[in-house]
């Protein structure tokens, strides 16, 4: 028997010790803060006037009148500029850049904006802007993601976090995209901020629209709470009942080991359901019950064409014995792998058991039908219910207490990457599937993977331009961790892969989740133009092939020379048990003897990895996470086996 404990732990990492929402706009009337700095015309305020929804004949938010600014095209030649934005935030004495904050707005743009490029954030007022609307109404800075229509409110979210490489794209609650931002240089990266930024300021041609809120956080908001802001078109989101767990039944066996009906409702879209049998396949799925009036699917990692194309979803009260039909129509198109659609339909009949079919897949000829997550959704707008009386933006914090300082918390630098998107790579062989060669693993895309059938001795060649490598990064692909590299070796060469010398060589360290990345560091003082990476062995001997996400050659590492890292107080640190921001979280449980106690973390609440293993000893017992890990959020949890 299991007994869970029921204390769990948050670790909010340096950057975040401090977090809070710094600055709250509401566009009532003026540029005054409800929580902050009030904002500032960047250059004048020309045409833009405040109003509301009703004066302006535009849509509500939420269904009802709000506040709003309504400002104009703007270009090098007008009065309009866009506007100055103190966030608030507070820079520490060590950092001269904000690198990890969030920026949160409520926005609408007319049809007559909408095929045009329209600025967002900007570090500087006459240069191009960082974050935009391209004409094709996607969101971005070098890549573009979403879909935002003419004449719909958007609740947009904006996430950088140079811990995580990356900067997140957000539209009323959902990611829609992921963009890498690169390493920072002197503590400054892309995206990185001073005290202040733009809004709809560039060196170009900006189309006009209307904003009702604005938000900045001092930190990098994890997507749990940024889905939790919600949306500006209703207030609650619809709710999936299905559960990791639910009793799944196919319409046939025919799926591959690891591929299975039960991947589908696990939460975890890097996971798939395939089903050779392609037409008219699918699954049923045992439920709480509930009145579902919507339906969210999300594509899988690879080969578009065994997207279903259609649904049909039925339901039944007599344990599968006989079904009704719900609804059916046709999926809408994924444009891109791991993208989530939903459909909504009317129904007023809870039903335990739902079955959804899939009657044929976007490409005639593949092979076969899969499907990433399936959610069965109650409480969308067709399922009734009071219509919502809130029409404010995201809400207002309670209180803007500071949590007490934490003291010698300084991280180090992070080590940096000197392979780019576009280095010349040369694979083992050619032995590759379309999709999966060997570039894939320098893209900066974790969602895709270099993947090379002949497994053994496989890997590649990466010209770069130059460094002295003490370390590596790699991270884990979508699926088959029998897949994964179980070791390495890698060598440099600086007459162009003529002849190589061995650098360093070892085990991958184990992978416990899929998009999971590692790293290991080792001793070189020798810059090289040209590495050599090969895989000897996979971690599955019976598996296909050889596969993985990305691969990162690291300088800056502490083998790398240099000074001993140290703390605050000028004590050294002892790097090998630091976490990226440069401490160490730890908490004591009373323990009894013979007993074993396991701690586990998360940072989604949904997936739970195992740390480490306490043996009771009848007394209180120390614990200390002691992984490197980069992570925004840790949650942990104990649980005792009797």
């Avoid at 009323?172 to 992921?178: A, E, I, L, M, N």
């Avoid at 037409?279 to 899988?300: F, K």
């Amino acid at each position: 028997m299991k007994t869970i404990l029921t204390f769990v732990f948050l670790l909010v990492p340096v950057f975040s010790c401090f977090s809070e929402i710094t600055g709250y706009w509401n566009f009532n009337g003026s540029l005054k803060a409800t929580i902050g700095e009030n904002l500032e015309w960047a250059w004048e305020q020309g045409d833009a006037t405040f109003g509301t929804t009703e004066t302006f004949e535009i849509p509500g938010i939420q269904g009802n009148s709000a506040n709003v600014l309504k400002f104009p095209d703007s270009d090098e030649f007008s009065d309009f500029s866009g506007m100055e934005v103190y966030h608030g935030a507070e820079l520490d004495e060590d950092n001269w850049f904000f690198n990890e904050y969030s920026i949160i707005v409520d926005i609408l743009y007319p049809e007559t904006s909408s095929t045009d490029t329209r600025a967002i954030v900007s570090n500087a007022p006459i240069e191009q802007a960082s974050v935009i609307i391209n004409g094709e109404g996607k969101i971005g800075g070098t890549s573009f993601y979403g879909e935002i229509l003419a004449n719909n409110w958007y609740r947009m979210a904006i996430v950088v976090s140079h811990s995580s490489n990356n900067i997140n794209y957000y539209l009323d609650g959902k990611k829609v995209g992921q963009e890498a931002i690169g390493g920072l240089i002197d503590g400054e990266g892309e995206h990185s901020l001073g005290d202040f930024f733009y809004l709809f300021t560039t060196d170009g041609l900006s189309k006009g629209g209307y904003i009702s809120s604005l938000q900045f956080h001092n930190e990098a908001l994890p997507d749990t709470v940024i889905n939790d802001l919600g949306s500006t078109t209703k207030l609650d989101e619809p709710e999936d009942i299905t559960l990791p767990g639910d009793e799944v039944m196919p319409t046939s066996d025919n799926s591959p080991g690891g591929e299975q009906a039960p991947n589908a409702i696990d939460d975890n879209p890097s996971t798939k359901y395939l089903n050779f049998d392609k037409v008219d396949t699918g699954l049923t799925i045992t439920t709480g019950g509930g009145v579902v009036t919507g339906l969210a699917l999300t594509s899988a990692n690879d080969a578009p064409d065994r997207d279903p194309a259609n649904y049909i979803l039925s339901g039944s009260n007599d344990d599968g014995a006989t079904f009704t039909e719900i609804a059916s129509g046709d999926v809408p198109e994924f444009v891109e792998r791991f993208e989530r659609q939903t459909v909504s339909f009317d129904n007023d009949i809870a039903y335990t058991t739902y079955e959804l079919i899939f009657p044929t897949t976007v490409g005639p000829s593949d092979c076969c039908m899969q499907i990433a997550e399936i959610e069965l959704l109650v409480g969308t707008p067709e399922a009734g219910g009071d219509e919502p009386d809130d029409n404010e933006g995201p809400d207002e914090p309670d209180d803007n207490e500071e949590p007490d300082e934490l003291e010698d918390n300084e991280g180090l630098d992070e080590p940096e990457d000197i392979i780019l998107p576009g280095d010349e790579v040369v694979a083992t062989s050619d032995n590759s599937p379309g999709g999966e060669a060997a570039p894939n693993a320098i893209d900066d895309n974790p969602f895709t993977k270099y993947l090379n059938f002949d497994k053994v001795d496989t890997g590649l060649t990466i010209t770069t331009s130059g460094g002295v490598v003490t370390g590596l990064a790699l991270t884990s692909a979508n699926d088959a961790p029998d897949r994964d590299p179980a070791n390495f070796i890698l060598s440099g060469s600086n007459d162009d892969g003529a002849t190589f010398t061995e650098i360093a060589s070892g085990d991958v360290p184990e992978f416990a989740e899929r998009f999971e990345r590692q790293t290991v560091s080792f001793d070189n003082d020798v810059a090289y133009t040209t590495y050599e990476l090969i895989f000897p062995t996979t971690v599955g001997p019976s598996s296909c092939c050889m596969q993985i996400a990305e691969i990162e050659l690291l300088v800056g590492t502490p083998e790398a020379g240099g000074d001993e890292p140290e703390d605050n107080d000028g004590n050294h640190i002892d790097d090998t048990v630091l976490a990226p921001f440069g401490f160490r979280f730890g908490f004591s449980i009373n323990t009894d003897e013979g007993k074993s106690y396991t701690v586990e973390a998360t940072g989604d609440l949904r997936q739970w990895n195992k740390i480490e293993t306490i043996n009771g000893t009848g007394l209180s017992v120390q614990f200390t996470d002691t992984r490197n890990e980069v992570f925004q959020y840790q949650y942990y949890r104990v649980r005792m086996a009797q």
